[in-house]
């Protein structure tokens, strides 16, 4: 809010220029607190600057526009209405030319002799398209009646006063055309450089991001999904871990596994979460998402890989207040990480200011997201030694599990659980259209944002999940 709008309100409600608390004036202000700047008895918030107007090289108050591009030849028409001014006692119907996104109003010298409006002091500076600098000294205030159910009262409005308000050429002024009668050139420039770079980039924030070509391992990954991905008998979908074309050796990793293990337990156990983080491992254990390694299956050499798991507590989450996360890029004695010999695939979501955008649309709107979305999908058998991480048994001993799922920090497998939703749309979507185009367009991961112009569409959408 400009200072000006500022001390109008304050006049209105009638409080003090200086502590802004009612039931007195400043002079009778007995507050210790003055103006930062100026040491007088007024608010800092309050503050004008008083500065004299100086040449356009020097830092002035200057408001910059740009004029738009036009046609030669072709003038340029805003909406004017006629409004009756008045200064309390004096009246005068007048044409103002309006402008929706205006800041700044300005009242001709004439109208203001006319009303004999008080004036009050001022040093403002304008510039516009023809980069001509337009100085005001003075402001009024006037109150404007329009008729109209909408209002009912006068408005006060503060003005610049200026010697006229008409301009052989549009001329701006912060946001508020004052004249527009002039045939426009094919073009005028803005005499703020940047303004253009900053509108391109006020522009962007609202585009969708440009697609671009995959890489060879983004082919190479989608070519893996592709010819290894396949349905269990019981309906659920089968994937293999995509491998780089010639993947770097994995060391050993037990030891680390173990030490980051002990070291977690530790810190939760401090914080009196131990509990919840081993309910979620068993957890994983008896939904069938994890297994305990076979003993004949332990194995002292390096073909596979134990991932440290730790636990993350969010008493704030509504659904899952303990997880357990694995590091594969937690690297192994020869340096290297099981994420360092995975291909990651290419990024199969929308848009996320896409999704956003049409989540604006509807009238009615709701959001889900799918539960334990990783592991509804199971691994390869052979992928599986990959995947092993440390657990304590209830007797107290550290044992070897494996996952059967997918699960969180691999690298891939955003993009393999994202590629299974997509892979069982294309086999529905023939029979729900509706559902295959949310799917599609307005799912993020496992989040869904969407809805429908009623609250019977809104609820069909809801249940056909």
Same mark, same amino acid.
């Given at each position: 809010?400009?200072?000006?709008?500022?001390?109008?309100?304050?006049?209105?409600?009638?409080?003090?220029?200086?502590?802004?608390?009612?039931?007195?004036?400043?002079?009778?202000?007995?507050?210790?607190?003055?103006?930062?700047?100026?040491? !007088?008895?007024?608010?800092?918030?309050?503050?004008? $600057?008083?500065?004299?107007?100086?040449?356009?090289?020097?830092?002035? %108050?200057?408001?910059?526009?740009?004029?738009?591009?036009?046609?030669?030849?072709?003038?340029?028409?805003?909406?004017?209405?006629?409004?009756?001014?008045?200064?309390?006692?004096?009246?005068?119907?007048?044409?103002?030319?309006?402008?929706?996104?205006?800041?700044?109003?300005?009242?001709?010298?004439? #109208?203001?002799?006319?009303?004999?409006?008080?004036?009050?002091?001022?040093?403002?500076?304008?510039?516009?398209?023809?980069? $001509?600098?337009?100085?005001?000294?003075?402001?009024?205030?006037?109150?404007?009646?329009?008729? +109209?159910?909408?209002?009912?009262?006068?408005?006060?409005?503060?003005?610049?006063?200026? !010697? !006229?308000?008409?301009?052989?050429?549009?001329?701006?002024?912060?946001?508020?055309?004052?004249?527009?009668?002039?045939?426009?050139?094919?073009?005028?420039?803005?005499p703020y450089s940047q303004l253009d770079k900053a509108l @391109?980039? #006020?522009?962007?924030?609202?585009?969708?991001?440009?697609?671009?070509?995959?890489?060879?391992?983004?082919?190479?990954? #989608?070519?893996?999904?592709?010819?290894?991905?396949?349905?269990?008998?019981?309906?659920?979908?089968?994937?293999?871990?995509?491998?780089?074309?010639?993947?770097?050796?994995?060391? =050993? *990793?037990?030891? %680390?596994?173990?030490?980051?293990?002990?070291?977690?337990?530790?810190?939760?156990?401090?914080? +009196?979460?131990? +509990?919840?983080?081993?309910?979620?491992?068993? =957890?994983?254990?008896?939904?069938?998402?994890? =297994?305990?390694?076979? =003993?004949?299956?332990?194995?002292?050499?390096?073909?596979?890989?134990?991932?440290?798991?730790?636990?993350?507590?969010?008493?704030? *989450?509504?659904?899952?207040?303990?997880?357990?996360?694995?590091?594969?890029?937690?690297?192994?004695?020869?340096?290297? *990480?099981?994420?360092?010999? #995975?291909?990651?695939?290419?990024?199969?979501?929308?848009?996320?200011?896409?999704?956003? $955008?049409?989540?604006?649309?509807?009238?009615?709107?709701?959001?889900?997201?799918?539960?334990?979305?990783?592991?509804?999908?199971?691994? !390869?058998?052979?992928?599986?030694?990959?995947?092993?991480?440390?657990?304590?048994?209830?007797?107290?001993?550290?044992?070897?599990?494996?996952?059967?799922?997918? %699960?969180?920090?691999?690298?891939?497998?955003?993009?393999?659980?994202?590629?299974?939703?997509?892979?069982?749309?294309?086999?529905?979507?023939?029979?729900?259209? @509706?559902?295959?185009?949310?799917?599609?367009?307005?799912?993020?991961?496992?989040?869904?944002?969407?809805?429908?112009?009623?609250?019977?569409?809104?609820?069909?959408?809801?249940?056909?999940?």
């Amino acid at each position: 809010m400009v200072v000006e709008r500022r001390q109008e309100v304050v006049h209105s409600q009638g409080i003090c220029l200086n502590c802004l608390y009612p039931g007195h004036y400043s002079n009778q202000c007995k507050s210790s607190f003055t103006c930062r700047h100026c040491s !007088q008895k007024h608010h800092t918030m309050l503050h004008k $600057n008083s500065t004299p107007a100086v040449t356009a090289a020097s830092t002035s %108050t200057t408001n910059v526009i740009v004029a738009s591009t036009g046609n030669v030849g072709v003038p340029t028409i805003l909406s004017t209405a006629k409004v009756a001014v008045t200064n309390g006692r004096l009246t005068q119907v007048t044409r103002a030319l309006l402008d929706d996104g205006s800041v700044t109003s300005f009242i001709s010298e004439q #109208l203001a002799n006319t009303l004999r409006l008080h004036r009050t002091s001022c040093q403002r500076s304008f510039t516009g398209a023809t980069c $001509n600098l337009l100085e005001c000294r003075s402001q009024v205030t006037v109150s404007l009646n329009i008729p +109209g159910p909408a209002v009912t009262e006068p408005i006060a409005v503060v003005c610049y006063m200026v !010697q !006229q308000l008409k301009w052989t050429r549009p001329y701006s002024a912060g946001c508020w055309v004052v004249s527009c009668t002039a045939h426009l050139p094919a073009r005028l420039y803005c005499p703020y450089s940047q303004l253009d770079k900053a509108l @391109e980039r #006020l522009y962007q924030l609202e585009a969708e991001p440009e697609r671009k070509s995959l890489t060879q391992d983004e082919v190479r990954a #989608l070519d893996d999904f592709w010819d290894n991905h396949h349905r269990l008998p019981e309906g659920r979908f089968c994937v293999r871990l995509p491998r780089k074309e010639t993947p770097p050796v994995l060391g =050993e *990793s037990r030891q %680390t596994a173990i030490r980051r293990f002990l070291s977690n337990e530790s810190s939760l156990r401090r914080k +009196g979460k131990l +509990g919840d983080f081993e309910q979620v491992l068993q =957890e994983y254990l008896d939904l069938g998402h994890a =297994e305990v390694v076979p =003993e004949d299956q332990l194995t002292n050499k390096p073909s596979y890989y134990l991932l440290p798991v730790h636990g993350v507590i969010k008493e704030t *989450s509504t659904s899952t207040k303990s997880r357990a996360v694995f590091d594969a890029s937690c690297s192994t004695s020869t340096g290297i *990480s099981l994420n360092d010999i #995975l291909l990651p695939g290419p990024n199969v979501y929308p848009p996320i200011t896409s999704v956003i $955008n049409k989540f604006r649309l509807p009238l009615i709107i709701f959001s889900a997201d799918i539960r334990k979305m990783f592991r509804e999908v199971m691994l !390869q058998a052979g992928d599986s030694d990959l995947h092993r991480f440390i657990y304590r048994n209830q007797g107290g001993k550290l044992t070897d599990c494996r996952m059967l799922k997918l %699960t969180f920090g691999v690298t891939c497998f955003p993009f393999l659980a994202t590629k299974v939703l997509h892979q069982l749309d294309n086999e529905v979507a023939k029979y729900q259209p @509706e559902l295959s185009q949310v799917v599609r367009s307005q799912l993020y991961v496992d989040d869904c944002l969407t809805g429908a112009d009623t609250v019977a569409a809104a609820a069909a959408i809801s249940s056909s999940f």
